[in-house]
């Protein structure tokens, strides 16, 4: 429904929940009908939430799988109905859902357009004066004539975004596809949906990449079990969240004894690194390069290189280095350092961005930083570190380089924790 008199509001939720009956055999449904009697048992998908969303507003929504995230998202697309409460649109949604799911095999790409264009509400004329952005964006050439069917999963993620981000929305609604496709169109992807940003749209964005949650949202809504746990500031909500899922695997797994990403991370990687490597050093010949790429980390301690370190607590001097291999046709990238902790736990984190550093790339386009950790603070345990090639900004993943070393923390006294700080005594 449209409310005309929303002001500055675009989507007004009141009340608002989804629920599903459910039966356990198919015969109950008929025996209900015909004896009046309930047979089923009620599954609420969603609880009644309200919310009031402004024009501009960045919504972030996260959650476990099967918190009610997707269902929020497809109530708010108009592909699901609310079973209660008021739900008022004011504008053109776009959504980027399960991409392609709308598509019909036998049709062309070029009828696929067409019709996809007029369930959103565009007129042909309309379509057709998108038609030549979306065929370029999506860069899928000659097969825009060839049925949808023999397309690869990656040429149909190509299309439905390209059609869901041409559409001209007052509101766009993503859900787990901030980039999408091989590394060019990712950054491709990134790239427009930051111009929507940018352009003061309206945007709702579901992703487990809490990192990106927090850069790019103005608020953020936790969903568990259907219900709203938390709603507030990025930090805020992002804090608790993470703590909540470091809490459940804490309980669910014994410990590691090497560390690994916690499952947030892991979905991050999934989603946004073309090819994550295991290795300390990674050679991409120039010609073949589409966006920027690790060409190798060192890690020293004390001036030694290696993979798996003793480190002294306190003492040991850390240098981590990194040369990437940029391209030409972009901006310079960035770089970012995550050291993890043997139950996945991000215990530090710093990059080049948040930093104020620029980094710079030479003639042959190579390009190599440096940083360096005197006198470890951390505290006996085993830590892993992680590299990231990141963009300009520090949001979008090029490549993530995995446990490009193991160190080893000794210590000498009796310290708990994990940090030592800086302090001092004063007997009174």
């Given at each position: 429904?449209?409310?005309?008199?929303f002001?500055?509001?675009?989507i007004?939720l009141?009340?608002?929940?989804?629920?599903?009956?459910?039966?356990?055999?198919?015969?109950d449904?008929?025996?209900?009908?015909l004896?009046?009697?309930?047979?089923?048992y009620?599954?609420?998908a969603?609880?009644?939430?309200?919310?009031?969303?402004a024009?501009?507003?960045?919504?972030?929504?996260?959650?476990?799988?099967?918190?009610?995230?997707?269902?929020?998202?497809?109530?708010?697309?108009?592909?699901?109905?609310?079973?209660?409460?008021?739900?008022?649109?004011?504008?053109?949604?776009?959504?980027?859902?399960?991409?392609g799911?709308s598509?019909?095999?036998?049709?062309?790409?070029?009828d696929?357009?067409?019709?996809?264009?007029?369930i959103?509400?565009?007129?042909?004329?309309?379509?057709?004066?998108a038609?030549?952005?979306?065929?370029?964006?999506a860069?899928?050439?000659?097969?825009?004539?060839?049925?949808?069917?023999?397309y690869?999963?990656?040429?149909?993620?190509?299309?439905?975004?390209?059609?869901?981000?041409?559409?001209?929305p007052?509101?766009?609604?993503?859900?787990?596809?901030?980039s999408?496709?091989?590394?060019?169109?990712?950054?491709?992807?990134?790239?427009?949906?930051?111009?929507?940003?940018?352009?003061?749209k309206?945007?709702?964005?579901c992703?487990?990449?809490?990192?990106?949650?927090?850069?790019?949202c103005?608020?953020?809504?936790?969903?568990?079990?259907?219900?709203v746990?938390?709603?507030?500031?990025?930090?805020?909500?992002?804090?608790?969240?993470g703590?909540?899922?470091?809490?459940?695997?804490?309980?669910?797994?014994?410990?590691?004894?090497?560390a690994?990403?916690?499952?947030e991370?892991?979905?991050e990687?999934?989603?946004?690194?073309?090819?994550?490597?295991?290795?300390?050093?990674v050679?991409?010949p120039?010609?073949?390069q589409?966006?920027?790429?690790?060409?190798?980390?060192?890690?020293?301690?004390?001036g030694?290189?290696a993979?798996?370190?003793?480190?002294?607590?306190?003492?040991?001097?850390?240098e981590?280095?990194?040369?990437?291999?940029?391209v030409?046709?972009?901006?310079?990238?960035?770089?970012?350092?995550?050291?993890l902790?043997?139950?996945?736990?991000?215990?530090?984190?710093?990059?080049?961005?948040?930093?104020?550093?620029?980094?710079?790339?030479?003639?042959?386009?190579?390009?190599?930083?440096?940083?360096?950790?005197?006198d470890?603070?951390?505290l006996?345990?085993?830590?892993?570190?992680e590299?990231?090639?990141?963009?300009?900004q520090?949001?979008?993943?090029?490549?993530r380089?995995r446990?490009?070393?193991?160190?080893?923390?000794?210590?000498?006294?009796?310290?708990?924790?994990?940090?030592?700080?800086?302090h001092?005594?004063?007997?009174l």
């Amino acid at each position: 429904m449209v409310d005309s008199g929303f002001g500055n509001k675009v989507i007004s939720l009141i009340g608002v929940g989804k629920s599903y009956r459910s039966y356990t055999r198919d015969i109950d449904r008929a025996l209900e009908i015909l004896t009046g009697k309930v047979r089923h048992y009620q599954y609420d998908a969603l609880q009644p939430l309200s919310l009031q969303v402004a024009k501009g507003e960045v919504i972030g929504v996260v959650g476990k799988n099967g918190a009610g995230k997707s269902t929020l998202l497809k109530l708010l697309a108009g592909t699901l109905q609310p079973s209660s409460g008021q739900l008022e649109i004011n504008g053109r949604v776009s959504a980027i859902l399960e991409l392609g799911a709308s598509f019909h095999p036998e049709m062309t790409g070029h009828d696929n357009v067409y019709l996809t264009c007029a369930i959103q509400g565009l007129s042909r004329q309309e379509t057709a004066a998108a038609y030549e952005a979306i065929v370029n964006f999506a860069g899928i050439g000659e097969f825009m004539q060839r049925p949808v069917k023999t397309y690869s999963s990656g040429m149909v993620m190509r299309l439905a975004f390209a059609i869901a981000t041409h559409v001209d929305p007052d509101i766009l609604i993503i859900d787990e596809a901030l980039s999408v496709g091989d590394g060019v169109f990712a950054r491709r992807s990134f790239d427009r949906i930051m111009e929507f940003r940018q352009a003061g749209k309206t945007i709702f964005f579901c992703s487990h990449s809490l990192y990106q949650v927090e850069a790019l949202c103005d608020r953020v809504l936790w969903l568990d079990g259907g219900r709203v746990r938390a709603e507030g500031a990025p930090a805020k909500v992002i804090t608790a969240y993470g703590d909540f899922l470091q809490q459940e695997s804490a309980i669910v797994q014994p410990p590691l004894v090497t560390a690994t990403a916690t499952a947030e991370a892991e979905a991050e990687a999934e989603a946004e690194a073309e090819a994550a490597s295991t290795a300390t050093t990674v050679a991409t010949p120039v010609a073949a390069q589409a966006v920027p790429r690790v060409m190798a980390v060192k890690v020293r301690v004390d001036g030694t290189e290696a993979r798996v370190h003793a480190v002294q607590s306190g003492k040991s001097r850390i240098e981590v280095e990194v040369r990437f291999l940029s391209v030409a046709a972009l901006p310079v990238p960035s770089v970012g350092l995550v050291i993890l902790g043997g139950d996945g736990r991000y215990v530090a984190s710093m990059g080049t961005v948040n930093d104020g550093i620029a980094l710079r790339a030479g003639a042959d386009l190579t390009g190599s930083v440096m940083v360096t950790l005197p006198d470890f603070p951390l505290l006996k345990g085993c830590y892993v570190i992680e590299v990231y090639l990141l963009c300009e900004q520090g949001l979008h993943i090029y490549e993530r380089v995995r446990q490009v070393a193991e160190l080893n923390v000794e210590q000498r006294g009796l310290e708990l924790g994990i940090v030592t700080l800086p302090h001092q005594w004063q007997v009174l």
